[in-house]
């Protein structure tokens, strides 16, 4: 009976918390900014050549600005991932390429279509060989 009471309280302390875990995460996410926005995207090809580019936007997320600006085509993110950008493909079987963004200095955690955007931000996209540290 002592070992069965043991699991119980384990289980409800372990959902309580992942409850508090995920109203932290919720609660202190970032918020899209409605309105007009600028922000600066500089892409850093395989070759270490840099362009930047400056948007002016109301979009909320970055991904689908980049696919309306075309720097990233229509149809080439999936799950937030994408092989493809201002023209140049990373092919991971080739050379470990893959693009990397960054948010200021920061590497960003989340996906493209989940990144928001707000005025006076500045995000990087680089092409990456192999993993980054």
Request: aromatic share 12%.
């Amino acid at each position: 009976m002592n070992k069965k009471i043991w699991i119980v309280l384990s289980a409800v302390a372990l959902v309580l918390v992942v409850a508090v875990m995920a109203g932290i995460f919720f609660f202190n996410r970032p918020q899209p900014q409605e309105g007009a926005k600028t922000i600066t995207i500089t892409v850093v090809h395989k070759d270490d050549s840099k362009k930047e580019f400056t948007y002016q936007t109301d979009e909320t997320y970055l991904g689908p600005l980049l696919v309306a600006k075309g720097l990233i085509p229509e149809g080439n993110i999936v799950n937030g991932m994408f092989d493809t950008v201002d023209g140049e493909t990373a092919v991971w079987a080739e050379d470990e390429g893959w693009w990397g963004i960054y948010k200021g200095d920061e590497m960003t955690t989340v996906g493209i279509n989940e990144q928001v955007i707000a005025d006076g931000d500045s995000f990087t996209l680089e092409y990456i060989n192999g993993f980054a540290s």
